[in-house]
C-alpha cells in the first residue's frame, strides 16, 4: 500500500494537482445548485453504469433539459440514437427517479453513507457504485467509486485479489482498503478516485 500511497503522491506534485483541484471545485459547486440541475447529474450517473464516463458526458450534453420532462418513450429513442447500450432501461430508470427530485434537500442533508444508502434504496438504477458516484459529482468527499479501472490497480499491488462480483458487503471492503490508501496518500476519497482514475486511463473526468 505504501508503494501505491507513494506513486500518487509523487503525481500530486505535478501539474495535474491543479486540474484535479479545479474539478473538485466544480463538484462542490454543482453540489450547491438547484434540484433540476443535480437531477440532470444523477442521470449521467445512471446512464454510466455497465456504459462508460465519456459516453455518459456526451449524452447528457446532447439530451440536457430532457432528462427532466421528456416522456420514456420519446427519451428511449434519444438514447438509442446517441448510442447508448440500454435505451429502453435508462430511460426507465430516469423517469421514475423524477418522482425524487424533491427529495434532493433531505439527501444532502445526510452523511454519505446515509445518503448512498437512501438512494441505493428509493432511486431505481442505483447501485453502491452508481450512489456513490453521483454523490462524489455534487460534492460528497468520503464515499469511494469502486469500478473495474479502481479493481485493476488494487489487485496489480496486491491489496486485494479479484472479486467474482462486487456484493454491497465486498464493496464496503473495498472501500475501507481505498480508504486507508487516502490516508496514506494524504487525500480524501473524492481526490483519490481522481488520481487512481488518472492513472488507469490518462483522463481526469468526472
Known sequence: MESLAAEIKEIRKGVLKATVDKRLGEFRELGKGKAEKLFKELCFCLLTANYSAEGG????????????????????????????????????????????????????????????NWLVKNVKGLGYKEASHFLRNIGFNELAIVDFHIVDILVRNSLIERPKTITPKKYIEIENILRNLGKSAGMNMAELDLYLWYMETGKVLK
Open 57 to 116: 458526458i456526451r449524452i447528457q450534453k446532447s439530451i440536457g433539459d430532457g432528462f427532466l420532462k421528456l416522456p420514456r418513450e420519446e427519451l428511449a429513442s434519444m438514447l438509442r440514437k446517441l448510442g447508448h447500450r440500454f435505451p429502453e432501461a435508462r430511460a426507465g430508470y430516469i423517469v421514475s427517479a423524477r418522482k425524487h427530485m424533491d427529495s434532493f434537500d433531505e439527501v444532502l442533508s445526510k452523511s454519505g453513507n446515509d445518503a448512498r
